[in-house]
């Protein structure tokens, strides 16, 4: 049974830092993997997307990387802003006939000004 | 571009009640899914529907039914609420692996709902 794993669980990070959020799942054969945004008592933000065949994707700020073979994924934020506190969700799909993702618990980022 | 919309957006219901929560996507996506959220336990999947007219089980299937009305629109019913069904309950989309989409997820907004 495929398990996504995300650590930290939490991170406080002062303004302007470089950060790496992990995530690692047990069973490599995935067809893509999602990076999701949510904050307090909101839906979730799609923020990019991998596709097995893919090593990595960038938008802005954010660049996730993934390395299916070792089972694990980072989105690398650069120079962080309050305004990206939020909790960061990873999710894998491991089903072409469209069963659904398998989510991380996800870290809980706090930057601070 | 409205994406997926949920209704409602809060509900308190009583145990043994029954309700349905109704989403609507317009996005032209194939399939719709229905995840619960709960703290400590993260997103889990309901039930989900790969194309219209077909629906399958998923992780917490028990005490839920569901309905795909047509291509926008993914039903959930609750029959007869119980208190550990209390959560927040989100909607989500995508378009087919098998159509050459990208199989991006799209999220609803979720339902808070409370049993008491």
């Known amino acids: 049974k495929q398990e996504v794993t995300q650590i930290p669980a939490a991170l406080s990070v002062p303004e302007g830092e470089n950060l790496v959020l992990n995530c690692s799942f047990t069973d490599s054969a995935i067809y893509n993997l999602q990076w999701f945004r949510q904050d307090p008592g909101k839906g979730l933000t799609s923020l990019l997307l991998i596709q097995s065949s893919q090593r990595e994707q960038t938008s802005g700020r954010l660049n996730a990387s993934l390395d299916k073979s070792s089972g694990r994924s980072t989105l690398y934020i650069a120079a962080s802003q309050p305004g990206d506190s939020a909790t960061y969700l990873c999710a894998v799909r491991t089903d072409q006939a469209g069963t659904a993702l398998i989510f991380g618990k996800g870290t809980t980022l706090s930057v601070s000004s | ?116």
Not at chain 2, 16 to 24: H, I, K, P, R, V
């Open chain 2, 1 to 116: 571009n409205a994406g997926v919309t949920q209704t409602p957006k809060f509900q308190v219901l009583k145990t043994g009640q029954s309700m349905t929560l109704q989403c609507a996507q317009d996005m032209n996506h194939n399939s719709m899914y229905w995840y619960r959220q709960d703290p400590g336990m993260g997103l889990r999947l309901i039930y989900y529907s790969a194309s219209e007219g077909t629906t399958d089980k998923g992780e917490v299937p028990n005490g839920y039914n569901v309905s795909r009305l047509n291509k926008r629109e993914f039903s959930l019913r609750l029959e007869s609420a119980a208190p550990s069904q209390t959560s927040v309950y989100f909607c989500a989309s995508s378009e087919s692996l098998w159509t050459s989409g990208s199989g991006e997820q799209f999220f609803g907004p979720g339902t808070r709902l409370t049993v008491l």
